[in-house]
T-cell receptor
Framework: KAGVTQTPRYLIKTRGQQVTLSCSPI?????VSWYQQTPGQGLQFLFEYFSETQRNKGNFPGRFSGRQFSNSRSEMNVSTLELGDSALYLCASSPDTSAGYGYTFGSGTRLTVV | AQRVTQPEKLLSVFKGAPVELKCNYS??????LFWYVQYSRQRLQLLLRHISRESIKGFTADLNKGETSFHLKKPFAQEEDSAMYYCALKGGSGYSTLTFGKGTMLLVSP
């Protein structure tokens, strides 16, 4: 079955612009999480959605937002881009968040802010 | 607050040597621990989860609650094991956030 699909793979944006990233989870997976990966900070949790509801949010400014649709697809949006937002953004999906379920990650979207 | 520490940024060994990648955690409840691996130019993949008590690609990891550790071990390293390894913690049932360590790069030389 298809894995977690993230689009686009690469993005170059200018400071001040906004960007929307998309994630299609594995079919049947209801939980979708987003992570930011940078060389300095490593993997940091952004937010998690389950059945269209945001259940957890990481320690990121309000410029970072997301949503989940009824088909479990998710988008994240970053407004007023800053140079420090340059990172690999990873999406992960899981069938459930009960004990024993791991997460399957997508290949990520590489965002470069210039 | 939950925290995962991987003390080594880089671990370099020769083929056939034993490998131990260290992971210590801080969490007040009953955590779930995972090991993820990222091979060059590939996506992050789940390697092991403590709840399964499985061995994948010769790797094993035991959760030691007394020492709050979840070290990853392999008796004989192979060149294809060279990759970035991340230890991750998830809180108890109902908690969905993964907290990752900074990762350890394993380099296996011939």
């Amino acid at each position: 079955k298809a894995g977690v699909t993230q689009t686009p793979r690469y993005l170059i944006k200018t400071r001040g612009q906004q960007v929307t990233l998309s994630c299609s989870p594995i079919s049947g997976h209801r939980s979708v999480s987003w992570y930011q990966q940078t060389p300095g900070q490593g993997l940091q949790f952004l937010f998690e959605y389950f059945s269209e509801t945001q259940r957890n949010k990481g320690n990121f400014p309000g410029r970072f937002s997301g949503r989940q649709f009824s088909n479990s697809r998710s988008e994240m949006n970053v407004s007023t881009l800053e140079l420090g937002d340059s990172a690999l953004y990873l999406c992960a999906s899981s069938p459930d968040t009960s004990a024993g379920y791991g997460y399957t990650f997508g290949s990520g979207t590489r965002l470069t802010v210039v | 607050a939950q925290r995962v520490t991987q003390p080594e940024k880089l671990l370099s060994v020769f083929k056939g040597a034993p490998v131990e990648l260290k992971c210590n955690y801080s969490y007040s409840g009953s955590p779930e621990l995972f090991w993820y691996v990222q091979y060059s130019r590939q996506r992050l993949q789940l390697l092991l989860r403590h709840i399964s008590r499985e061995s994948i690609k010769g790797f094993t990891a035991d959760l030691n609650k007394g020492e709050t550790s979840f070290h990853l071990k392999k008796p004989f390293a192979q060149e294809e094991d060279s990759a970035m390894y991340y230890c991750a913690l998830k809180g108890g049932s109902g908690y969905s956030t993964l907290t990752f360590g900074k990762g350890t790069m394993l380099l296996v030389s011939p």
